[in-house]
């Protein structure tokens, strides 16, 4: 079980990057790779993170929510990581600092929770992170808008 009290937030306005740093430090190295590289199997390539749903969807609060990128895959087969996680700053709701929400199985393609209690039309924005296990490791995103009505 993933609690998203347990991540770190960070508020500066420098602070909003810090969490795709290695993601997009392994992406440059990758990107060196290519191009010193004469063949295309000779370089690690990205994964393609992709969902098993449409990535907006509309909940009842109370309602499990699962979430799914088992359709993820890897151009050079290289076998695949999970993360799924709250992207806070543009949902409405805000709903990992007041712990309202836990994410069951957030370390693998598949994600559940249940959608928080509200009075109006809310969302969260969960996202999707999928890392290969190439040489450099290289991550892919998909984000899913969870609207969640009232009862």
Do not use: C
Not at 4 to 13: D, G, L
Not at 72 to 82: A, E, H, K, M, N
Not at 90 to 98: L, S
Not at 113 to 136: C, N, R, W
Request: hydrophobic share 30%; no cysteine; glycine share 4%.
């Amino acid at each position: 079980m993933y609690s998203e009290q347990t991540q770190s937030y960070h508020t500066s306005n420098h602070a909003t990057i810090w969490r795709w740093r290695e993601a997009y430090q392994h992406d440059f190295a990758a990107r060196i790779d290519w191009s010193n590289s004469p063949k295309y199997e000779d370089a690690n390539h990205p994964p393609v993170a992709k969902l098993n749903h449409e990535n907006e969807i509309l909940v009842h609060s109370g309602e499990t929510v699962t979430l799914s990128g088992q359709a993820s895959t890897d151009p050079d087969g290289d076998v695949l990581t999970y993360k799924w996680f709250v992207y806070n700053e543009v949902g409405t709701m805000n709903v990992g600092r007041r712990g309202v929400i836990e994410l069951q199985n957030a370390d693998t393609h598949s994600v559940s929770f249940e959608a928080p209690a509200t009075d109006k039309v809310e969302t969260i924005h969960v996202i999707l992170q999928v890392t290969d296990t190439g040489s450099p490791s290289l991550t892919r995103y998909q984000r899913v808008i969870v609207n969640v009505i009232p009862e």
